[in-house]
């Protein structure tokens, strides 16, 4: 495995690191150390490179982006209605973001702060304290999150955080996917292991209810893109997913082309699904979209929903998890 180091930019006076790691076949891991960031995913067929993700090559368009490209969100990923949440009877408010809710665990979240990092055997291992005081959550967290590649391809990412109080955490990297050769994603297939889908009010946080999959998110067998929101508009006149699915067990989803696949898993139950065309809001607007985001975490809100999972990390304790992204060729 090889691994190297370069300077990427400049952030809040210090430098952003682009760390790139590579294995026998080529393929490659880039991150930043700017808010942990999956810069790249580069994959190498028959002498020709092929890159699997959305990413920008500056750091200005990482920094001014609103799609929070390959970034590692948190301390809780999605939304937290109405920015409140209770533990240990206790009521937590903090600084609504979203409307009069918080995503992404609020402006000063993971996503807005350069990490320190190190290479440790073949890993790279991006860190940073946040405090309490800096986000409003309960605790000082001490995060440690660790990329590593495979020989055989695969991509992990694992979160390992401790906290001096009881607070939340469910993070996740906000990553965008296209496996295809087109610059659309409309052709990429993609197939969820679920069978339920969460209802959300029209501030897209939800209401508490799982509800069963209908003609518009059923991706039990392989569907197009283009095939799915087809279903979806006729199923009920939306015209692009921004959703979650109640994933049960470690396989959680396969995105695939007619050349290459990504088996997605996870050790938690959610997968929020986003199509968007992050390089150029113009065309999403137009809903022309070149990539779906893929983002494995406990289902959103799940503070204030029984039965949505356990987010919470009690004092002086330490929890990991661990997302895994395995790239593999269609001959």
């Known amino acids: 495995m090889k691994i190297t180091k370069e300077q990427f930019g400049t952030y809040q006076n ?19 150390s700017y808010a942990a960031t999956w810069q790249d995913f580069k994959v190498v067929e028959n002498g020709i490179t092929h890159s699997l993700i959305s990413h920008f090559d500056n750091l200005d368009d990482y920094i001014k982006t609103p799609y929070q490209v ?38 000063n979240g993971f996503q807005s702060v350069n990490f ?22 309960p605790g000082d967290l001490e995060l440690k999150i660790t990329y590593s590649l495979s020989e055989e391809n695969e991509v992990k990412i694992s979160y390992t955080a401790t906290s001096t109080a009881k607070t939340l955490f469910n ?6 996917f296209n496996v295809t050769d087109n610059e659309d994603v409309f052709g990429q297939d993609v197939k969820i292991n679920s069978n339920s889908i969460l209802e ?3 501030n897209k946080v939800p209401t508490g209810k799982i509800l069963p999959v209908t003609k518009g998110y059923e991706f039990k067998e392989f569907k197009t893109i ?13 015209l692009e997913f921004d959703d979650t699915f109640v994933t049960d067990g470690n396989s959680v989803a396969t995105i695939k082309s007619n050349k290459r696949a990504v088996d997605f898993s996870s050790d938690r139950n959610g997968l929020v699904i986003f199509t968007a065309n ?6 999403a607007d137009k809903r022309e979209y070149n990539s779906l ?35 593999r060729q269609i001959n």
């Open 14 to 32: 210090g430098p952003v690191y682009l760390y790139k790691i590579e294995n026998k076949h080529k393929t490659q891991l880039n991150v930043l």
């Open 116 to 137: 320190s990092g190190s290479v440790i055997k073949d890993e790279v291992i991006l860190s940073h304290k946040f405090l309490s005081a800096d986000d409003n959550f």
């Open 293 to 327: 985001a893929m983002e494995m975490q406990t289902l959103p809100d799940a503070i204030n929903h029984v039965g949505f999972g356990n987010i919470v990390l009690p004092a002086n304790e330490s929890v990991t998890y661990t997302n895994s992204y395995k790239y």
């Open 171 to 176: 993070p996740t990297c906000h990553v965008y």
């Open 200 to 202: 959300v009010d029209s």
């Open 278 to 283: 992050p390089n150029d809001p113009k065309k």
């Open 70 to 107: 390959g970034k590692t969100v948190g301390r809780v990923a999605g939304r937290i209605g109405h920015a409140s949440f209770k533990l240990d009877d206790k009521n937590y408010h903090l600084p609504a973001n979203d409307g009069s809710n918080l995503i992404h665990g609020g402006d």
């Open 226 to 238: 283009a095939k799915a929101l087809d279903d979806l508009k006729s199923d009920n006149g939306k």
